[in-house]
């Protein structure tokens, strides 16, 4: 008979093996709908993305490409998920996921903070928006070896200094001589503690010193000083605003993710591991 050797034939054998990577591939590929349909409101879009990035209006030609372009993607895009080119990859799903709680946040999130609700978030909060004390002030800095020395010397004229010989006066420093409403932290973290923990806040106007440093001494005129002071709500209105938009995404993200835990069944096989409940 022929059959026995025409099932050695190799071209049985690869028609054979097409047929089974098409059945198995009927049976693992997603469904999708292979119709793609552009509407005005997906030109429209198209077109104002294009508008916002480049700040005017999108030739006939240029319109046209940014459709097609669309509809390739589109297509891409479909095809990966036939594919199911989706499923294992860490990126897109974080993506997805990520997509799907900003969905959550703006359906709860209103555009704008009620006045109320504002006020109460900054009365709950009033330390974290208080002002911190500010400090202006000039510096003359004298380093080793004679550094105590020659900014005591020096302390005695500086007050007749004008400008320009004040500038001239001392040794040469990275540091800077003049600072304007710096916080307490920027200053330590310029000239050190010893420098900010030796330096007189009451003194305004008048020069003292010298004030030791890593860098040396330094004779000191503080121009400013204004204490450490409570925020009305007014004046912290940005960052109260901001704060509360996102203590009221953070509720609603949780919420969303309790009831998709109604909504879907989870269970954890591995030994040792328990869902937490949502905050």
Same mark, same amino acid.
């Given at each position: ?13 690869? !028609?054979?093996?097409?047929? %089974? ?13 292979? $119709? ?7 030109? +429209? ?10 700040? #005017?209006?999108?030739?006939? &030609? &240029? !319109? #046209? ?7 390739? $993607? ?6 990966? @998920?036939? @594919? ?11 993506? !997805? ?14 555009? *704008? ?9 900054? =009365? /709950? ?7 911190? /004390? ?13 550094? &105590?020395?020659?900014?005591? =010397?020096?302390?005695?004229? @500086?007050? $007749? ?13 990275? %540091?800077?001589?003049?600072? /304007?409403?710096?916080?307490? #932290?920027?200053?330590? =973290? ?12 009451? +003194?305004?106007?008048?020069? *003292? ?20 002071? =409570? ?7 940005? $960052?109260?605003?901001?704060?509360? !938009? ?7 993200? &949780?919420?969303?993710?309790?009831? %998709? ?5 989870? #269970? ?12």
């Amino acid at each position: 008979m022929a059959w026995p050797r025409l099932l050695r034939e190799p071209v049985v054998h690869f !028609l054979a093996l097409g047929v %089974l990577v098409w059945t198995l591939d009927l049976f693992t590929e997603n469904a999708v709908d292979p $119709e793609i349909v552009v509407t005005e409101r997906d030109v +429209a879009r198209i077109d104002a993305l294009w508008q916002r990035q480049w700040r #005017r209006a999108p030739t006939p &030609e &240029e !319109l #046209r490409s940014l459709v097609d372009d669309h509809v390739r $993607e589109e297509l891409f895009y479909r095809e990966a @998920l036939r @594919l199911g080119l989706d499923e294992d990859d860490t990126v897109i799903r974080r993506r !997805l996921a990520q997509k799907v709680a900003f969905v959550s946040e703006d359906r709860a999130v209103p555009a *704008q903070a009620p006045r109320a609700e504002l006020e109460d978030f900054f =009365a /709950a909060h009033a330390e974290r928006y208080r002002r911190p /004390a500010r400090i202006s002030l000039r510096q003359v800095p004298f380093t080793p070896p004679d550094a &105590e020395a020659s900014a005591i =010397a020096a302390l005695d004229r @500086l007050p $007749e200094l004008d400008e320009a010989e004040l500038a001239a006066i001392g040794d040469a420093s990275m %540091l800077p001589r003049r600072i /304007a409403s710096w916080t307490r #932290r920027e200053v330590a =973290a310029e000239f050190g503690r010893g420098f900010l923990d030796g330096l007189d806040t009451t +003194a305004v106007g008048r020069w *003292q010193g010298p004030i030791r440093s890593a860098f040396g001494f330094h004779a000191v005129r503080l121009d400013a000083f204004e204490p450490e002071r =409570a925020a009305t709500l007014e004046s912290a209105s940005r $960052e109260v605003e901001r704060d509360w !938009l996102d203590a009221r995404r953070r509720e609603a993200n &949780e919420a969303f993710y309790a009831e %998709l835990l109604e909504r879907y069944r989870v #269970r954890i096989d591995a030994g040792g591991f328990e869902l937490a409940p949502p905050d």
